[in-house]
Each structure stands twice: as structure tokens, then as C-alpha cells.
């Protein structure tokens, strides 16, 4: 009879757990007495039960499943089941909610190319949604070795059945079957929550505007993928900037939508990548305010770039929502005021029969070694000038790059060829399979940010530096060494988020060093002999000038 006061009945065991066995309990099931060899595909089990004593041998094992138990005549004790029925996303599933992804595959009918037989055993629903989700996280690797690491451990476990990792031609066909609609239903359900939960609890060291009536700053910028050079990518995405579409690649054309503070992704429409880039991005704002209505909050202001949407989209969305946008020296402005006491004056804004009454902050910007000052006009619909100063929305501003281009730079670091044309940056051949693996990729990476949030959360704040004692931000941690635990914690089947989020929040980001960089060189060039003069990094505070007064 066992010595421990509770039964082991009693005790929840889950993957991921560490158990201790006394190594003179271990035995083989084999009726034969025979040891077990590598052959065989039975495992060990426990002949008895004790207390284990200080200096006794035992056996640390790692819980890698917990299954119905399938005995042989010989004795042999397998699985019931299979990989694809057990594995998950470890921490990721935490951010999707429980069940999450076996919700959404019992709800997704397969299309009209069906599986059978031995590829329903060897993938199913729930697994190969998690699959499209890990393949846009891992770069340059092929399908065969995105499904062993999503197997892990599991691939280890004598099963009934032997299973091995399905071909890539299983998996496109499962792929071609799921269509794009049960990642979209996963992109939703991640990138909503995500939403709910900032106007909820917000984020740590959030970036706001404004002491009576605070607001929150997203931002939100368009952006190019390269796909797949195949008829049917070409004829549906078109390219950029060539007339007869001689392009290298077709492209898709994206418009997240983050927030400033922690670079979490709230949406983001995609289409084609458009002969013009205005017209494109300016189609896919529309899209986000018919699609997204509850992003356009009045708590919130939104940074744009100089990719002007047009006064009647400016006034839709500032009907909702606050907007503090620039705008290029083309852009005419009536203005109807004296200069306010913040160095601002209110101007109109006109355009395709829409006039709307504006707010407009004129400065420069310089920086050290930087021979001519950067000229910025914006324009905003925050008329109290007490309430929003000139030179704080003018700070402000500089917060998109942080929500825009550092955002996009770190969400691309896991697709294939994400720097300068070198080759297509997503895996999919047509149109649909596009869709699916972009809606795969703003999952993965909205649930990567939950992660990296939920570890700034629990962090410590530092004990020296110019951070010590203060909150630690999200933006102090690193999204590329949260992206390897999150990988590593799915390969190793870790069951505890606590031990990843603390990891995570061990390594620190050195932030607020004044980093300029032509804005040509946002990425460099991966040729040797490409000259390094664009990608030359200026370390220096950037100095703004209103008025002929630094602000």
C-alpha cells in the first residue's frame, strides 16, 4: 500500500509535468520476461508504488501525454491515438483561448479536395490549422519539419498505430482542403481579444496625449509581400511599380493596424499590391472602417504617414476617432486662424466636395550630421490647443515609426526573404492559399505579442540602469527572443507559461538611444558588394524646432 497520504488517482497530470520514478520500479510489460529493445515500441511501466528515500535511484521522466492505454497480447502497453489529437501551441493556446483551434476545426467543413484514409490519420483539422499557424513562425523550414516540431515529443510515444510526419504534398492537399476561412476565424478571435483587452487593462507605459482627456496612440501603414511567382498569384495581386507587370514577384498590399505603446496588432486588411500605392492602401482603409468599426474609438488617435487618404476618409474617421496625420507639401490648406499660442493655427482641408476644419502643427526636425532639417506638417482634429499642445503632438508623432516600421520590421523577421527583393517572402501558390497564410501570420504574430505582453506584465523592473525601478514596457523586451521560447516551448511540449513569460522577461532591450537611419535603408542589402554608405546608423537625439524654438 502506498506510504503518500493522497491517492494517485487524485493527482491532475498534464504534459509538460515532471515525474519521479524509483528506478526499481521500472519494468518491461512483456510477458516473455524479455528486456525491452529498440525495436520495440511498448513502454515501461511502474511495478509497484513507495515512498522515495534520499539516495535511492529514481528516474526523472517529463510527462509528454496522457492517454488511453492500448495493451497488446504480449504484453506490449501503447498509446491510443496519435500525435495530431494532443499536440498544441503551448504558450500561443494560452493567447487563442482554451480550445480555441479545436473549436474552429470542428466548424470547418473540408473542401472539395477531401482526405482520406491514411492523411486523415497521419494530420486532421485542429492540427493542421495549428501547423499553417507554426509554419509562418519559422522561417526557410519545409512543411515536414514545421509538423515534427509541432509533434515534439509526442512523435517519441509508442502508438498504437505508428505515425510519422505527413509528406508536403498531404499537407498542401489539406491546406487546398481548410481553405482560408478557419485561419481567418483564428486571426479574428486573436487580434480581437487582443483589442478588448487594451481598452480593457491597457498596456504597460503606454504611450498617451493629453492629462483630462488621455488618449491612446495606434497607428496604422501599408506594406508590400512578395508571393510566389505563379499565374494565378500574378493575375489576382498584380505588382508595384512597373506598367506591363514585368515585376520579379507579385505582391500583396497590407494595412496593419498597431498600437504605438507595445506594437500589438489590432487588424489588418489585405489585396492586391495595386499599380498605385494610394489608391491600394486608401481601398484597404476603407475595408478596415467597414470591417473593424470599433477600432475608430474616441479614445484613441491614429498615426498616419504621408500617404494622404483624402479629406472624405479623414472625415469618416473623425467622426469616430482622433487622426494626427502629415501631409506632403502638395496638399493645399486654407488657413483660418492666427498662429495659437502653441505655435499651431487652424486651417481647411478640402477635397472631392469634403471640407473639414483642421489643426495644423508645422516644425522641423534635425538631427546631428544630418545636412538639411526634415520639414513635418500634420494635421489633427484636436482643436484644444491647452489640452493637446503643438509640441507634444509633435513628440507624439514620432511614436509611428515605433508602431509602424519597428512593428512591421519584427512581424516579418520570421517570413522567408523578408529583406530587400531576394526572393517571395510567403510560401503559397494561389490566390486563396495566400489568404489563408496571411491570416496565419497576423495570428502567429498576434499571439507571439500577447505572449511578450503578458511577460512585461509579470517582469521585475530592473535593479541599475536608466531603468531601474521602473515599469517594465513591452517594448524593453525582445519580440525576437520571445519568439524563440515560444518556438522552444512548442518543440519541448513545456506546459508552463509562467517559466516562458519569466524567461522572456529576463532580457532586456536597450531602448531610447536616438537611432537615425536614411529612410531608404530600411533594411540592408544582403550583397557584399553593395556599398554600406545608406545603411550608416546616426546615434543622436532628434531635435524639434517650432517657430524658430526648440521644443
Not at 546631428?368 to 506638417?377: A, K, L
Not at 505579442?449 to 524593453?476: H, I, K, N, S, Y
Not at 520571445?482 to 532580457?507: K, P
Request: net charge positive; aromatic share 6%; with cysteine.
Amino acid at each position: 500500500m502506498s506510504s503518500y497520504p493522497v491517492p494517485a488517482a487524485a493527482v491532475p497530470v498534464s504534459a509538460g509535468m515532471i515525474v519521479a520514478v524509483p528506478l526499481g520500479l521500472l519494468a518491461s510489460p512483456l510477458k516473455d520476461g524479455r528486456d525491452l529493445g529498440d525495436g520495440d515500441r511498448s513502454a515501461l511501466v511502474v511495478g509497484g508504488t513507495g515512498r522515495v528515500r534520499t539516495h535511492d535511484g529514481v528516474v526523472f521522466c517529463k510527462v509528454v501525454v496522457v492517454a488511453e492505454a492500448q495493451v497488446r497480447r504480449d504484453g506490449q502497453v501503447r498509446a491510443k491515438g496519435s500525435p495530431v489529437h494532443h499536440a498544441t501551441l503551448g504558450p500561443l493556446e494560452e493567447k487563442a483561448g482554451p480550445g480555441a483551434a479545436g473549436g474552429i476545426a470542428g466548424r470547418a467543413p473540408l473542401g472539395a479536395r477531401f482526405v482520406k484514409g491514411e492523411r486523415e490519420r497521419l494530420l486532421a483539422r485542429a492540427f493542421m490549422i495549428r501547423v499553417i499557424v507554426l509554419m509562418t513562425l519559422m522561417p526557410d523550414a519545409r512543411v515536414q519539419d514545421v509538423i515534427a516540431a509541432l509533434a515534439g515529443d509526442l512523435a517519441l510515444v509508442p502508438w498504437a498505430r505508428p505515425w510519422r510526419p505527413a509528406s508536403a504534398r498531404a499537407a498542401g492537399d489539406w491546406r487546398n482542403a481548410l481553405g482560408p476561412v478557419p485561419l481567418e476565424e483564428l486571426r479574428d478571435l486573436v487580434l480581437g481579444s487582443a483589442w478588448r483587452e487594451h481598452q480593457e487593462t491597457g498596456c504597460p507605459g503606454a504611450v498617451t496625449i493629453g492629462k483630462a482627456r488621455p488618449l491612446k496612440a495606434g497607428s496604422l501603414d501599408g506594406t508590400l509581400l512578395r508571393v510566389p511567382d505563379t499565374p494565378a498569384n500574378r493575375a489576382f495581386f498584380g505588382s508595384v511599380g512597373t506598367g506591363d507587370d514585368t515585376s520579379p514577384f507579385p505582391q500583396a498590399r497590407a494595412l496593419p493596424m498597431t498600437c504605438c505603446s507595445c506594437r500589438a496588432l489590432f487588424a489588418m486588411p489585405h489585396g492586391p499590391a495595386g499599380t498605385d500605392k494610394a489608391a491600394a492602401e486608401q481601398k484597404l482603409l476603407d475595408e478596415a472602417m467597414a470591417c473593424f468599426p470599433a477600432l475608430l474609438d474616441p479614445g484613441w488617435i491614429w498615426l498616419m504617414d504621408r500617404n494622404y487618404h483624402g479629406a472624405p476618409r479623414l472625415a469618416r474617421m473623425i467622426a469616430s476617432t482622433h487622426v494626427l496625420a502629415r501631409l506632403k507639401s502638395d496638399i493645399p490648406l486654407k488657413r483660418t486662424s492666427q498662429i495659437l499660442p502653441d505655435c499651431s493655427y487652424r486651417a481647411e482641408l478640402s477635397g472631392d466636395g469634403v471640407t473639414i476644419t483642421v489643426r495644423v502643427i508645422e516644425y522641423w526636425v534635425t538631427v546631428e550630421g544630418q545636412d538639411v532639417p526634415e520639414m513635418f506638417c500634420l494635421v489633427t482634429d484636436l482643436m484644444d490647443w491647452e489640452e493637446y499642445p503643438g509640441p507634444e503632438l509633435a513628440a507624439l508623432y514620432a511614436w509611428r515609426w515605433d508602431g509602424s516600421e519597428t512593428a512591421l520590421r519584427e512581424a516579418k523577421a520570421p517570413l522567408r526573404g523578408a529583406g530587400p527583393g531576394t526572393g517571395p517572402m510567403l510560401r503559397s501558390g494561389s490566390p486563396g492559399l495566400v489568404r489563408q497564410e496571411i491570416a496565419a501570420w497576423a495570428a502567429g504574430t498576434g499571439m507571439t505579442r500577447g505572449v511578450l505582453l503578458d511577460a512585461a506584465r509579470a517582469a521585475v523592473p530592473a535593479r541599475r540602469g536608466r531603468r531601474a525601478g521602473l515599469t517594465v514596457r513591452p517594448r524593453d523586451l525582445s519580440f525576437a527572443r520571445a519568439l524563440r521560447a515560444v518556438l522552444s516551448a512548442i518543440r519541448l511540449g513545456h506546459g508552463c507559461y509562467q517559466a516562458v513569460t519569466s524567461g522572456i522577461a529576463g532580457y532586456r532591450n536597450v531602448t531610447g538611444r536616438g537611432r537615425h537611419r536614411a529612410r531608404k535603408s530600411k533594411s540592408p542589402s544582403p550583397f557584399p558588394h553593395a556599398s554600406v554608405k545608406d545603411t550608416v546608423t546616426r546615434t543622436a537625439p532628434a531635435v524639434i524646432t517650432m517657430a524658430n524654438t526648440p521644443a
